[in-house]
């Protein structure tokens, strides 16, 4: 069975400066791979996913992210934090094999992004 | 991307009532889920609404407790049933775009607090 893990409920960052916000996942075969970010009282919204080919994948609002298959990583980055990334950052898995758990898509505890002006 | 509708947005219930959210898709999509995002929590997916069979729920749902429909492609319902406090979630029906690699698409979601 998949599994992700955000090992840090909080994440601080001064306006300006690069932001990280970790993620280590587990499938029993290959992995696809997503971020997304959740605003007060909305809904998710994707902001990028890693499917296969280059590592380092682009997203929206400037956002990267790092496929690192050794380390089982999906570290989402961004060179210049804002105020308004202020929000709840969600990775999530889903295993490429259909046949294992199908097509469902299982979320991390999700990581609250608070960057100060 | 598919533009997910649902009703209703919020609603307080009171204990031992049943609630229906309705999520409406504005394209037809093979794949809709539904997922329980708990206060200050993950999500857990309830379970994946099958056209046209019964849904295949995840470990620790039931369908006498959250009976699913989905009738046709863009279409689904999910009911609350016997609701007790600890109902008191979001509710968020989602899709995914292309089945093969496709992320998620997520409705609004439906806030219920159970009294």
Known sequence: ?117 | SAVISQKPSRDICQRGTSLTIQCQVDSQVTMMFWYRQQPGQSLTLIATANQGSEATYESGFVIDKFPISRPNLTFSTLTVSNMSPEDSSIYLCSVVDSPNTGELFFGEGSRLTVL
């Open chain 1, 1 to 117: 069975a998949q599994s992700v893990a955000q090992p840090e409920d909080q994440v601080n960052v001064a306006e300006g400066n690069p932001l990280t916000v970790k993620c280590t996942y587990s499938v029993s075969g290959n992995p696809y791979l997503f971020w997304y970010v959740q605003y007060p009282n909305r809904g998710l919204q994707f902001l990028l996913k890693y499917i296969t080919g280059d590592n380092l994948v682009k997203g929206s609002y400037g956002f990267e992210a790092e496929f690192n298959k050794s380390q089982t990583s999906f570290h989402l980055k961004k060179p210049s934090a804002l105020v308004s990334d202020s929000a709840l950052y969600f990775c999530a898995v889903r295993d490429a094999h259909v046949g294992t758990g199908g097509f469902k898509t299982i979320f991390g505890a999700g990581t609250r992004l608070f960057v100060k002006a």
